[in-house]
C-alpha cells in the first residue's frame, strides 16, 4: 500500500491541519456510508480540495481508509486506553471501559466508522493483515485487564482472558452493527449506550466476583 506516501505529508502547520481535516471528513462519510460505498468522487467533493491536492495526501480511497482507521484506532487507544488504565485496579479498569468507550463515541461521531471500516477492509486480502492490528490491540488490551483482575482475586478464574476479551470485542463491535440495522442513522445514539450498558451488566454479573 502506499501508506509511505500518504506518510509524507508535507511537514507543516497547513499541511497537518488538511491531512486532518481530510480523516476526520473521510471517517465521517465512512461512517455514513460503508467503504464500498463511498465513492472517491464523494471523499473529494466532500474535502473541498481539488484531485490533485487530494490524491497528494492519499493517492487511494485504500490508502485513506486504512489512514482513518490508524488514526482512530491512535485515538481510541490513547483517550480510552488512558483514561481506563488511571483507574487504580483492573477490576475498575474494566468497569470504565464502557464510559470511556461510549464518551469518545459522542464526542467523535467518526468514531463510529472503525467496526464497519475495519470488516469492509479485511475482505480483501491485500489489506487483512493490516486490518487485524485494530481489533487485535484491544483484544490484547482487555486481556490484559482481565489477566490482572483474576490475580487480584477480583474477576472470576477458569476463562481464558484472551478468548473473554475477544468475546467482549466482538460484542461491542456486533451491538454497533444490529444499531445500524434497527436504528440507521443513529450511530451511538440512547439505544446504543442502553445496549452496551446492558451487556457491561451481564458481564460484571458473570465475571466479577462478589465483595
Do not use: N
Not at 70 to 86: H, N, P
Not at 130 to 149: F, M, N, Q, S
Not at 151 to 170: C, E, H, M, S
Not at 175 to 199: M, N, Q, S
Amino acid at each position: 500500500m502506499a501508506e509511505s506516501r500518504s506518510e509524507r505529508a508535507p511537514a507543516t502547520a497547513k499541511g497537518e491541519a488538511t491531512r486532518a481535516h481530510l480523516l476526520r471528513t473521510a471517517g465521517r462519510i465512512f461512517a455514513e456510508r460503508g467503504y464500498a460505498a463511498a465513492t472517491q468522487s464523494d471523499l473529494i467533493a466532500a474535502s473541498g480540495l481539488t484531485k490533485g491536492a487530494f490524491y497528494f495526501y492519499f493517492p487511494s480511497k485504500a490508502d485513506l481508509a486504512l489512514a482513518v482507521l490508524r488514526e482512530q484506532k491512535g485515538r481510541w487507544l490513547s483517550q480510552v486506553g488512558q483514561r481506563v488504565l488511571a483507574e487504580p485496579t483492573a477490576a475498575e479498569q474494566l468497569r470504565a471501559l464502557v464510559p470511556a468507550m461510549l464518551d469518545l463515541h459522542e464526542r467523535e461521531p467518526a468514531a463510529w466508522s472503525i467496526t464497519r471500516l475495519t470488516r469492509e477492509l479485511a475482505a480483501d486480502p491485500a489489506l487483512a493483515s493490516e486490518v487485524a492490528k485494530t481489533p487485535a490491540e484491544w483484544v490484547a488490551l482487555i486481556a490484559d485487564i482481565i489477566r490482572r483482575g483474576q490475580a487480584d482475586g477480583d474477576l472470576r478464574t477458569g476463562l481464558d482472558p484472551d478468548q473473554l476479551a475477544a468475546v467482549l470485542v466482538g460484542s461491542f463491535d456486533g451491538i454497533k452493527d444490529l444499531t445500524d440495522v434497527l436504528e440507521p442513522g443513529a450511530r451511538g445514539g440512547p439505544a446504543f449506550a442502553a445496549r452496551i450498558r446492558t451487556c457491561q451488566s451481564l458481564v460484571e454479573l458473570a465475571l466479577f466476583l462478589p465483595r
